[in-house]
């Protein structure tokens, strides 16, 4: 049987360099929009911000 959440997996990638750094999951229907946290990024060797990619 399937599970039957509403969580997806989703890739977070950083605005400065380009890197994928991350793979997250989100609940789709609590958070519509698209996720953008503030993480460490190993390329630029500092926090950045990294938003949701496809």
């Known amino acids: 049987m399937a599970n ?4 997806i997996n989703v890739t977070l990638k950083c ?3 380009g ?3 991350y793979i997250t999951t989100r609940n789709k229907k609590n958070t519509p929009e698209k ?4 993480k460490y990024c190993k390329v630029c060797k500092k926090e ?4 949701e990619a496809k």
Request: net charge positive.
């Open 35 to 38: 996720l953008e946290l503030k």
């Open 15 to 17: 605005t400065e360099c």
């Open 48 to 51: 950045t911000i990294h938003k």
């Open 4 to 7: 039957k959440t509403n969580r």
């Open 19 to 21: 890197e994928h750094n």
